[in-house]
């Protein structure tokens, strides 16, 4: 039993190293997002800090994922996170900009098509 809070910490810090380099973030970059110090990502990102809830809710925030997710499990069924929620949203405005131009690309044929 006296494992599981290092077993707790490790996980978390797994988890925001992945997250962290998903989004392409150095250390200072999260920590600025966070605000807190480099050095601290670091020791969290080496499980040797016990970190606050306030930290954790900060931490999720600037990795755009649910808090629960800093702590979950990664297995095969479910990764931990394959697209960020920016990055999915990036995509949806991409679809969005393609559906537009197949569509006028659509109306353009029809205009061609109906000329004499």
Known sequence: ???YPQTVRRR???NVRYLRTLHGMT??????????THKHIGEIERARVNVSLDIVSKL???????VLD???AETKARPLALLTTRQLDDLQRALRAVDAVARANRRLAR???ARP
């Open 1 to 3: 039993m006296s494992e």
């Open 12 to 14: 978390l810090s797994k």
């Open 27 to 36: 250390q200072e970059q999260l920590a600025e997002r966070v605000g807190n």
């Open 60 to 66: 999720a925030r600037a990795l755009s994922v649910d």
């Open 70 to 72: 800093l702590f979950r």
């Open 111 to 113: 205009k061609r098509s």
